[in-house]
């Protein structure tokens, strides 16, 4: 029986296709679903790849089919089925075997299970794998973290298989442990964060400009041709163009107004509050889609207050254009400022300049100005990208503009909170005297937490006022 290069087990979507794209690149991969059924139809619609694929009904044959030291891929639902495969792997596992996790796992699952095999000599892989069904079929982003020796045996494979910029691999090693997994939670917030801009700056043609779906659907496509190109605003051209079939409106007026989110968003904003890393217009999208979930509540509250009376707005399509890349560097800036402060925490040594590069083609939040992200990484410019001079040029022409549009939102009454949260986030970075100064105060007045003085000393206190009159 011939031997395969790598093994895949779970046959759903984005599984099927990695697998395809294994095959396609000139590797032998043997695959292995829960359901043989699965199997069956995955062999069966594999065309001219079949003889690339070893097809196997049993985890011992599958195990057994693939050359040693072993790299096994796994893509089955995140959380318990992830540890139910592991359980039922490794019986069958020899030392220096590795598993490769695939899925949208939390980055501490992955840390867990990095740990727990470790002492059994088996390597264990987190790998986020971004591109959606597409990026998986024809070239992911692929973000590695985990065993640094098995990283080595999978190496030529994920690096194939991965997207390509100018050439380049969007593929690389990014630490131990959950580090992989970590950068694809923050890939999935700033995803988050970058679809709700959109999603705000939709509102304001649509019920502040008027504009039809077809209308907004031209400007997105001639923005995807200067400074905002990205895949992003690329697919949102085509979601606003879609036409429904069955009654021939614009797909977009049908589709209910609820927002679906598998995790990875929410995680991201909960790394950053546990790392105390601002990042206010990540957890802007998280809640933006929480409210949406409320559509019953939000209907009751619309009768209750009435809906939005203001007249049209009058912010121009350039103003809402330079408004979106000011907000979309300020959501950058904070996911790869979670990411430094992450890197630090855990020991990971974080390529920062690395993840902008292998970001620039098959991920989701694919887009131009990666590249400059990169270099200024690279140079070790970066605090933050808020500093980094391409970026300081870019929000200096742009700010004004976002600053119309948070203007105006609040004015018209359209809920933009992340537009209006990365305008905040970029004021409060770029301001030297805040006010947090009187919270000292109150919180020595009813705390006795203590205050700085600069040159007088630390941990000072007044002699406050008693309340008991309150
Ligand atoms: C990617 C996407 C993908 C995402 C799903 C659903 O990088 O390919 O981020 O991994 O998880 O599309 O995500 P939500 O349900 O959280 O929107």
Same mark, same amino acid.
């Given at each position: 029986m011939s031997t395969a290069d790598i093994g895949l087990i779970g046959l759903a979507v984005m599984g099927s296709n990695l697998a395809l794209n294994i095959a396609e690149n000139g590797y032998t991969v043997a695959v292995h679903n829960r359901t043989?059924?699965?199997?069956?139809?995955?062999?069966?619609?594999?065309?001219?790849l079949r003889d690339k694929i070893i097809p196997q009904p049993y985890l011992k044959e599958f195990v057994e089919s693939i050359a040693r030291p072993r790299s096994i891929i796994i893509m089955v639902q995140a959380g318990k089925p992830v540890d139910q495969t592991i359980e039922q792997l490794l019986p069958l596992l020899d030392e220096g075997d590795a598993i490769l996790e695939c899925g949208n796992a939390n980055f501490h699952d992955t840390v867990r299970r990095f740990e727990e095999l470790r002492p059994k000599g088996i390597g264990f892989l987190g790998v986020g794998v971004s591109g959606g069904e597409e990026g998986a079929r024809h070239g992911p982003s692929i973000m590695v973290g985990g065993s640094k020796q098995q990283w080595h045996n999978a190496e030529k494979v994920l690096t194939d298989?991965?997207?390509?910029?100018?050439? +380049?691999?969007?593929?690389?090693?990014?630490? +131990?442990?959950?580090?992989?997994?970590?950068?694809?939670?923050?890939?999935?917030g700033i995803e988050y964060?970058?679809?709700?801009?959109?999603?705000?700056?939709?509102?304001?043609?649509?019920?502040?400009?008027?504009?039809?779906?077809?209308?907004?659907?031209?400007?997105?496509k001639e923005w995807n041709k200067g400074p905002l190109n990205s895949y992003l605003i690329e697919i949102t051209g085509h979601v606003l163009d879609a036409i429904d079939e069955e009654t021939g409106k614009p797909l977009i007026e049908l589709i209910l107004d609820k927002a679906g989110q598998k995790g990875t968003g929410r995680w991201s904003a909960i790394a950053a509050q546990e790392l105390a890393v601002p990042a206010t217009t990540i957890e802007g999208a998280v809640a933006a889609r929480s409210i949406s979930a409320l559509k019953s509540e939000r209907i009751a509250a619309e009768r209750t207050y009435g809906a939005r009376t203001s007249a049209k707005s009058d912010v121009s399509l350039e103003t809402l254009e330079k408004a979106l890349l000011a907000g979309k560097i300020a959501a950058y800036a904070q996911g790869f400022a979670v990411m430094s402060k992450a890197s630090e925490e855990n020991g990971w040594d974080l390529p920062l300049g690395t993840i902008a590069r292998i970001w620039r083609a098959g991920c989701i939040i694919r887009s131009r100005f990666l590249d400059q992200m990169a270099a200024a990484y690279d140079k070790g410019e970066a605090v933050n990208l808020l500093m980094v001079p391409d970026f300081v040029e870019l929000m200096k022409a742009n700010h004004g503009a976002l600053r119309q549009v948070v203007a105006a939102g609040a004015l018209g009454e359209f809920p933009l909170p992340c537009l209006s949260s990365a305008l905040a986030y970029f004021d409060g970075y770029r301001q030297a005297t805040g006010t947090a100064n009187l919270i000292?105060?109150?919180?020595?007045?009813?705390?006795?937490?203590?205050?700085?003085? +600069?040159?007088?000393?630390?941990?000072l206190h007044y002699k406050w006022p008693s309340t008991l009159g309150n």
């Open positions: 043989a059924s699965k199997t069956d139809e995955f062999v069966a619609g594999a065309g001219a298989i991965a997207a390509k910029f100018n050439g +380049e691999s969007c593929c690389a090693y990014l630490g +131990e442990g959950g580090a992989g997994h970590f950068v694809k939670t923050i890939h999935n964060a970058d679809m709700q801009m959109i999603a705000e700056v939709y509102a304001v043609m649509r019920d502040g400009l008027g504009m039809n779906p077809k209308a907004c659907a031209e400007v997105f000292q105060g109150q919180r020595d007045f009813f705390g006795a937490h203590g205050f700085v003085i +600069e040159g007088r000393g630390e941990d």
